[in-house]
């Protein structure tokens, strides 16, 4: 008698304590859980960036940037030496308001390179996508320091992007 209900009494034993640990386990998870956004300062740097990082995993299953969104992103590596909005000001680069159509080196405001004022060109969509893609292969020696940029879809984001501003949308 006593034999069998030793190992009777150890099974059952070993289930409470199973179970208990398994009750156990689920609190820690939520824990953590609530744990993960506050960590100091970076909290916040991480709470700005957990957004876009969510966004575009739901974007594969349902809701992707909007190219208009995309080109608001990008045009950030713009914005240090452009701006946008009408009598914005002259930064390292000209104010790029009213771009679209105009000619090549049209701001009174702004000393262009030699390149620039002996080019002779208007600001078309081709020309604009060409120049951003490698601005010092479409006009060598400009001043514009920057290296480009690759994709035509980041490219006629920017440009969607810069022309919804101007249209004041
Ligand atoms: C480091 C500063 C800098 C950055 C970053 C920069 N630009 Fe420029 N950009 C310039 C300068 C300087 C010029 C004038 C070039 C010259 O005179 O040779 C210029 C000229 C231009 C022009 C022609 C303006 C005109 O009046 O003819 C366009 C369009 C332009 N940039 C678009 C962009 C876009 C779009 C981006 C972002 C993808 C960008 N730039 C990033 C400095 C910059």
Redesign the pocket.
Known sequence: MLCNTKPLFLYVFTCIFALSACGEKSNPVTNDAAKTPVPEPSGHQSEVKTNPVSAPSNAQTSAPLTSLQQGKR??K??V???SLEEDGRT????N?YN?FG??????RD????N???QSDIV?TDEN?TE??RK?SEF?P??????AG?RKDEDIAA?LEY?RSEMAGE
Do not use: D, E, Q, V
């Open positions: 990008l045009y590596r713009c240090t030496c452009h930064k390292t680069g000209p790029l771009i105009a000619k090549i080196a049209a701001n702004f000393n262009y390179s390149a620039f004022k600001w604009l120049f951003i601005p006009i020696k400009t001043k514009m320091s920057f940029i920017i810069m």
